[in-house]
Nanobody
């Protein structure tokens, strides 16, 4: 396995919850974070959340802050994205990337994924 494998997506009603899982490939990485991203229809891929391997520190995109929680097992072999209070605009294919660099400049956060992408998992929220 040379790329992460995402699972857990599905169809859910607005206001519902889902938990996504990312099984990492355990490949060597250069950067500190494992991240979740998503691509909604007709849009670019956007960052959602990331977790730091060393101490489990987390960071969230403003669009989901307060509604999602990223976590991982002790070895960070599996990373989860717990999503609640889902909205129609959360509909997207969700991807995991296990080699993410996050930097900040002038109060802006820059998310740079360097690892290979998996197939993603579809999340559809019906309104």
């Amino acid at each position: 396995q040379v790329q992460p494998v995402e699972s857990g997506g599905g169809l859910v009603q607005a206001g519902g919850s889902l938990r996504l899982s990312c099984t990492t490939s355990r490949r060597p990485v250069e950067h500190y974070y494992i991240g979740w991203f998503r691509r909604a229809p007709g849009r670019e891929r956007d960052a959602v959340a990331a977790i730091r391997r060393s101490d489990g520190g987390t960071i969230y995109a403003k669009s989901v802050k307060g509604r999602v929680t990223i976590s991982g097992d002790d070895a960070m072999d599996t990373v989860y994205l717990q999503m609640a209070s889902l909205k129609a605009e959360d509909t997207a294919v969700y991807y995991c990337n296990e080699d993410v660099r996050i930097t900040t400049s002038n109060d802006r956060v820059y998310w740079e994924p360097f690892g290979p992408w998996g197939q993603g998992t579809q999340v559809t929220v019906s309104s």
